[in-house]
């Protein structure tokens, strides 16, 4: 898999700093959790929306609904300001691969309660799934391994640095 990752995560995936516009955050707690899947449904639209720039999903809708089923189940932000929400549907071709970078962190429901800095947003067919276990655990050991990865991760500015820390890691790290 450590091959296929910087291969699937194409430039025109990746966001920096995505222009998502979250709502204020509430000073009452009773409308915390109302907040926060606000947030995370917010995130989830832009996930789709890169995700459908690679051609390969067949309904967009269907795919948010499928994403946010998933997460409802249970979060896919694992913690450590990382979140991986990912979904088997029938809505790609393939395995598909996506990546923001929110340099300030954002509210995602993680496990640990920290803020997500680093969203990877992964769908396959059903059908895929040993491409798509072998992609979502290299994802998390890439990010508890290697330590350097996050830093430098916040520090890029351009999509093109994304992919080029990618291609470092799949050569680096196995």
Not at 49 to 64: E, F, I, M, Q, T
Request: proline fraction near 6%; glycine fraction near 4%.
């Amino acid at each position: 898999m450590r091959d296929d990752i910087a291969s699937l995560l194409h430039t025109d995936m990746i966001e920096i700093d995505p222009d998502i516009t979250f709502p204020p955050r509430p000073e009452c707690s009773d409308k915390l959790e109302i907040y926060k899947w606000q947030c995370k449904e917010l995130v989830l639209e832009k996930v789709v929306d890169l995700l459908c720039r690679s051609g390969d999903v067949r309904n967009a809708s269907k795919l948010y609904r499928d994403l946010l089923n998933r997460e409802r189940r249970a979060t896919t932000a694992v913690g450590e300001g990382l979140a991986i929400p990912h979904v088997r549907t029938m809505q790609p071709r393939d395995l598909i691969m996506c990546f923001m970078r929110f340099g300030s962190g954002i509210e995602f429901m993680s496990l640990d309660d920290k803020p997500v800095y680093f969203i990877f947003g992964v769908i396959t067919p059903p059908y895929r799934d040993k491409k798509y276990i072998s992609c979502l655990s290299w994802l998390s050991r890439a990010f508890s391994e290697c330590f350097w990865l996050k830093d430098s991760l916040l520090a890029v500015e351009t999509p093109a640095e994304v992919r080029e820390i990618m291609v470092k890691l799949s050569g680096q790290f196995s």
